[in-house]
């Protein structure tokens, strides 16, 4: 299955066929990117991680999000209030699983990141992007 085909929007600039993902990313980031799977709460790399330094794409190396951005939401998944660039990140509808969610992906890609909920810092806009640890790769600062 390529994850990019189910995706809405023709100008992907940085897309591969699945085949060429599978070579590039591990197998955990393939899952999740690709297949838009998710990781379990709680056992990922980067929900508990308080460190100051940015979150990019594991797939592009674009920078995504940000430690300023970055709350304890107690889901057991990295959260944000906001990518750093609204214009490297895309919302589509997710209606996997018997479920209408919003899907975050990466706009130049096509790949899942998490999704994104109204449930967040109401004093920081309300939104929680909650991501996949393994859809991201920390760069310390």
Known sequence: MNGQSKKPSANRPKSKPAEEWKAILTPNQYHIMVESGT?????????????????????TGDTLFSSADKFDSGTGWPSFVKAVDAGKVEIVQDNSYGMSRDEVIEKSTGLHLGHVFDDGPANRGGKRFCMNSGALKFIKK
Do not use: F, K, M
């Not at 460190?51 to 797939?59: D, I, P």
């Open 39 to 59: 990781e379990p709460p709680y056992h990922n790399e980067y929900y508990n991680n308080h460190q100051t330094g940015v979150y990019v794409s594991a797939a």
